[in-house]
Nanobody, 127 residues
Framework: RGRLVESGGDSVESGASLTLSCKAS????????IGWFLQIPGKQREGVAV???????NYVGSAKGRFIVSRDNGQTTVTLELNDLQPEDTGLYIC?????????????????????WGQGTQVTVSL
């Protein structure tokens, strides 16, 4: 069974940047697209960004123009660079893996079934 482990979360002030990592093991990494989701207490989990195995990307909402998702297939790691962080970006960032491409579904990709999920890494942004 596959395993995903996130890291890089921290407490920062508005305007700061962070880079989150998602390390995958136990799955055929090159066959999976990797998505990042944000879980805020009391709210529905929402998609942030996804990257396919060929490097195609899709960003959701305020992530466009601020966040950058990339993958290193040799290291089986996907990173999410968060720039100009704001308090509304606070929450648990979770990565998930889905067999096959996700970007052909455009903005509907967060509704797809993802096969493996990590535990998340917390990002807290203060004014």
């Amino acid at each position: 069974r596959g395993r995903l482990v996130e890291s890089g979360g921290d407490s920062v002030e508005s305007g700061a940047s962070l880079t989150l990592s998602c390390k995958a093991s136990g799955l055929d990494y090159s066959s999976y697209s990797i998505g990042w989701f944000l879980q805020i207490p009391g709210k529905q989990r929402e998609g942030v960004a996804v990257i396919d195995n060929d490097g195609d990307r899709n960003y959701v909402g305020s992530a466009k123009g601020r966040f950058i998702v990339s993958r290193d297939n040799g290291q089986t790691t996907v990173t999410l660079e968060l720039n100009d962080l704001q308090p509304e970006d606070t929450g648990l960032y979770i990565c998930a893996a889905r067999r096959g491409p996700s970007t052909p579904f455009h903005d509907r990709w967060p509704t797809l079934v993802f096969d493996e999920w990590g535990q998340g890494t917390q990002v807290t942004v203060s004014l």
